[in-house]
Nanobody, 126 residues
Framework: VQLQASGGGLVQPGGSLRLSCTTS????????TGWFRQAPGKEREFVAA????????SYADAVKGRFTISRDIAKNMAYLQMNNLRPEDTAVYYC????????????????????WGQGTLVTVSS
């Protein structure tokens, strides 16, 4: 299974970007997709996750109300719509998938995700 995150770039504060996560390769049952990010000099952190069977979403407090995660089951893709971006959102964003439909409390745990993409850089700067 290969994951590819795309859609990053340079955007001004207050702007928007939509990241995409594509899954390819052998058939892989996706239980949940998570987005994580790693800012320069910081550890990787949870951003958002979506459980595929019921569409349940989970967000980090720092992005609630600004970011929206979604999935397209037919296309086997997930998205992260990021609005009202701030300089502190600057980071490499990674998507990851797990075959299990974890409960809400477990979705932010990156150790539960089996497959990771290479990441896409988001830079928020004027």
């Amino acid at each position: 299974v290969q994951l590819q995150a795309s859609g990053g770039g340079l955007v001004q504060p207050g702007g928007s970007l939509r990241l995409s996560c594509t899954t390819s390769g052998r058939t892989f049952k996706v239980g949940a997709t998570g987005w994580f990010r790693q800012a320069p000099g910081k550890e990787r952190e949870f951003v958002a996750a979506i459980r595929w069977n019921d569409g349940h979403r989970s967000y980090a407090d720092a992005v609630k109300g600004r970011f929206t995660i979604s999935r397209d089951i037919a296309k086997n893709m997930a998205y992260l719509q990021m609005n009202n971006l701030r300089p502190e959102d600057t980071a490499v964003y990674y998507c990851a998938v797990t075959p299990r439909s974890w409960n809400t409390g477990s979705l932010p745990r990156e150790d539960l995700y089996d497959n990771w993409g290479q990441g896409t850089l988001v830079t928020v700067s004027s």
